[in-house]
């Protein structure tokens, strides 16, 4: 289980570094005036994307592992559930970056950089939430 444990943590911090870098990629994008910068972003951004997906997947995958390590207790956690419904918005979130990302290759952005840098914290708030529905479990 402690293996389990490690693996589910150690790609929970790599997708959140993409979640916390590939805002702050789209705040550039819609801050530069250079069309050369902006497609250099715009591919950044691209990789960035791809290259995370998979942690949020093996994320989840190694959550569910655990979950089957003890159901019995984990399916009736309430801590649980709550950190679950957190993990689906930051899925919409990861998605939503997906969108964002594919309308600044297109280069059809709609938002400026004050919108991506309010969209850049979003992350941060549900990292807290769910690091500490899982250490403290208040239910």
């Not at 790609?11 to 910068?37: H, K, N």
């Not at 990861?94 to 938002?111: I, K, M, T, W």
Request: aromatic content about 20%; proline content about 4%.
């Amino acid at each position: 289980m402690l293996w389990l444990k490690a693996f589910h943590l150690i790609f929970m911090v790599c997708w959140f570094a993409g979640l916390f870098y590939l805002p702050r990629i789209l705040v550039y994008f819609a801050a530069s005036e250079d069309a050369a910068t902006r497609a250099q972003l715009a591919v950044m951004a691209r990789k960035l994307y791809r290259f995370v997906t998979p942690f949020m997947l093996l994320t989840i995958a190694f959550g569910i592992a655990l979950i089957t390590t003890n159901p019995d207790y984990y399916l009736t956690a309430t801590w649980l559930w709550v950190k679950i419904a957190g993990v689906a918005f930051l899925v919409g979130y990861h998605l939503q970056c997906g969108r964002y990302v594919r309308e600044a290759n297109a280069d059809s952005n709609r938002h400026g950089h004050v919108f991506y840098r309010f969209f850049n914290e979003i992350p941060v708030l549900f990292l807290f939430a769910i690091v500490i529905l899982a250490v403290v479990r208040p239910f």
